[in-house]
């Protein structure tokens, strides 16, 4: 229970700041992509300002031995840098470029009611289970390291 | 050319996405990628659904705070402007992001905000990647293609 309020209390953060740095508007991030043309450099603020508190602020957390209310950190235990690393993230840009969403920002559109964001969504949801259904079921369901029993 | 921005609001905006990633972390031990959890609730496995679900939803209430209390509200504060219908750019853009991360196992919160922070070298391959095909897609669509979608 106390895991949810937290998680719904991120989540506020999370779309506020998205919201406030104008991520949700497709036409700053393509401006940022955008190196030949008029260029936006709100995205690298944007970044910098939320690695600039991560890259602080994870060292601290994660020095303790375990999270304040989950039983253990579930962190990505892969280390290897391969195929699908490289290319699914070169078709992630490609589809990023295309449309000026990622999924963070696609999803916190639909408070704006324009039919952009519906329509990348479900777009992105297909895309998703297409992966899954016809590439590898395995990818994106656990490779963190699982904790024997945990508390919800 | 630079394009008239604000980046007080950036910053401010960066900032809270970082602190929001840093209370996942701390209290719930997750990391905080909006495509994993897009993924996990595209192909649900059972008892492991719902603080995605929350998560996600505050995310809209966020979203939806800024543009519809804060706005109005504040002076200085500007709402989103509307972007022009683009219904193909969106649907082949959001099948390849989809696709595309569920893949990589990460987009720019994930993999940019969270990895980075990590200093994990899988993360920074993945977000020089992305980042460089993004560039260079925008540069075919807009100066090669004349913006064709």
């Known amino acids: 229970m106390k895991q949810n309020i937290t998680a719904l209390v991120a989540g506020l953060l999370f779309g506020l700041g998205l919201a406030i740095s104008q991520m949700i508007d497709p036409a700053r991030v393509l401006g940022f992509l955008d190196v030949a043309g008029v260029w936006d450099p709100t995205l690298i603020f944007v970044l910098g300002g939320a690695v600039g508190v991560t890259v602080v602020a994870f060292r601290f957390v994660l020095r303790q031995q375990n999270p304040f209310l989950a039983l253990t950190f579930r962190l990505p235990n892969k280390t290897e840098i391969d195929r699908p690393l490289i290319l699914g993230s070169a078709l992630f840009g490609i589809g990023w470029g295309i449309s000026g969403y990622c999924p963070g920002p696609g999803i916190t559109a639909l408070v704006l009611g324009s039919w952009n964001s519906v329509l990348f969504v479900i777009a992105l949801a297909v895309g998703s289970f297409l992966y899954s259904r016809f590439m590898d079921p395995t990818a994106n369901q656990q490779s963190f390291n699982e904790p024997v029993s945990e508390s919800l | ?149």
Do not use: Q
């Open chain 2, 1 to 149: 050319m630079i394009a008239e921005f604000n980046w007080l609001a950036a910053l401010a905006g960066g900032i809270l996405i970082g602190i929001s990633s840093t209370i996942m972390l701390a209290w719930n031990g997750r990391i905080t990628g909006i495509s994993g959890m897009v993924h996990m609730l595209v192909t649900p496995k059972a008892g492991d659904i719902n603080w995605r679900w929350i998560f996600l939803a505050g995310m809209l209430g966020g979203g939806a705070l800024y543009e519809y209390l804060l706005v109005p509200a504040m002076p200085g504060y500007s709402a989103t402007p509307a972007f022009g219908f683009a219904p193909i750019a969106m649907i082949l853009g959001g099948l390849i992001v989809g696709f595309g991360t569920r893949m990589s196992g990460g987009c720019t919160s994930g993999h940019g905000v969270c990895g980075l922070g990590r200093l994990s070298p899988r993360s920074l391959v993945a977000v020089i990647t992305f980042l460089g095909t993004g560039i260079v897609t925008v540069y075919v669509v807009r100066h090669l293609l004349a913006g064709i979608l």
